[in-house]
């Protein structure tokens, strides 16, 4: 009897402990093909039914006006692109429309510009008055291209332009020396300063650059200025030197004004001091002569080359330039002696003035000028 209610009791507990399916398996998803059975361990299995709009997959047929459930709104207001959803990448694709002209597609297209379509094309105004702005189509980019000329552009143009009428263009050449040309190259774009003197002397700030030795034997020598028709002059009287301080060149130009008050001066060129007496070139002008001499310290060589004129006693010019070998003397722009030394040249030197005995001239812009061999002429 106790075995068989032991049996009973078996049976009764694995009728109630026994694996079943639950009772909500599947019910909540009409999406779903739901089994539940002894195969599975009582398991609920969920099929997806295909093209089930709620199975949270958006196929192919299914969109989102027609199952909003599975499909999302493509649409992204834009007019200018094609929206549509890529099944396969499962997202939306908004596409711009390229065949035709449309604000809003992200390109500038022909007839667009940032003034009619600011949304597919750039502003192109590069607040420049001196540039051509414009929307390059194919190459989708802006051009701004420089008008020539124009002030304002970068570039000092050629024949239109220079520093007082276009300063934004066009540098201040002026290095504010004396001693230069300025200029400026309209090929290079940059300013020029070339050396045209070494030395240039008006005496309008004195007579500082000078140094004076008078002879003993005239009482009467003497340096000064004096004002001559509102201009300031170098004044030289008696037997007198005027050394210019310090300076020595090669190859140069001596140019100067002078007036013949009485006398004679020496133009002394290519001066050198030293123990033995000096060396020089000295140039004796007077009212109706011009000789060239020669100074090797102790030895004079007079007369190497004269030439007679007449001079009245106004203002003239006196020009001695020398290259190498070869002295041109000039009075009054005029050619007046060319001569070749080939007997111990003086190749170099400074310069000085002397005026002689019972003498007196007015000395004023004394140039020492840069010389090249184009600027002689040989004998």
């Not at 026994?18 to 998803?29: E, L």
């Not at 989102?64 to 007019?79: F, K, S, V």
Request: aromatic share 10%; charged share 25%; proline share 4%.
């Amino acid at each position: 009897m106790a075995g068989i209610v032991v049996v009973v009791l078996a049976t009764i507990g694995y009728l109630f402990l026994r694996p079943k399916c639950p009772q909500s398996c599947g019910a909540d998803n009409s999406c779903t093909q739901d089994t539940c059975s002894k195969e599975t361990n009582y398991k609920c299995q969920m099929k997806p039914i295909p093209d089930c709009c709620g199975n949270k997959i958006c196929e192919v047929e299914e969109k989102y006006e027609t199952c909003p459930a599975d499909c999302p709104n493509c649409d992204d207001n834009n007019e200018c692109t094609k929206d549509s959803y890529d099944y396969h990448e499962q997202k939306c694709e908004n596409a711009p429309i390229l065949d035709i002209v449309c604000c809003g597609n992200t390109v500038c297209e022909v007839g667009e510009k940032y003034e009619n379509c600011a949304w597919d094309c750039p502003n192109c105004d590069d607040e420049n008055s001196c540039t051509k702005d414009s929307y390059d189509y194919h190459k989708r980019k802006c051009l701004n291209e420089i008008i020539i000329p124009c002030c304002g552009n970068g570039i000092c143009d050629k024949g239109v332009e220079t520093r007082s009428n276009c300063s934004a263009d066009c540098p201040n050449c002026d290095d504010n020396s004396r001693l230069t040309t300025d200029s400026f190259n309209y090929t290079t774009q940059k300013c020029e300063n070339i050396v045209t003197h070494y030395f240039i002397d008006d005496f309008e700030s004195g007579i500082q650059n000078w140094n004076f030795s008078a002879s003993p034997e005239d009482p009467t020598a003497t340096w000064s200025t004096k004002l001559e028709g509102g201009n300031t002059v170098f004044r030289g009287i008696g037997h007198n030197w005027a050394d210019l301080v310090g300076k020595e060149w090669t190859d140069y130009i001596l140019k100067s004004r002078f007036k013949i008050i009485n006398g004679t001066i020496h133009f002394n060129y290519r001066v050198g001091h030293g123990a033995g007496g000096g060396t020089r070139y000295f140039i004796g002008v007077g009212s109706n002569h011009l000789m060239l001499s020669k100074q090797i310290n102790e030895n004079f060589y007079s007369g190497l080359a004269e030439q007679g004129m007449n001079l009245d006693q106004g203002w003239h010019i006196m020009e001695i330039r020398g290259y190498g070998n070869i002295l041109n003397i000039y009075i009054d722009n005029v050619l007046l002696i060319k001569y070749k030394d080939t007997q111990s040249p003086v190749l170099s030197g400074g310069v000085a003035l002397e005026t002689h005995q019972n003498s007196e001239f007015l000395i004023d812009d004394v140039e020492i000028k840069v010389i090249s061999a184009k600027d002689v002429i040989y004998p």
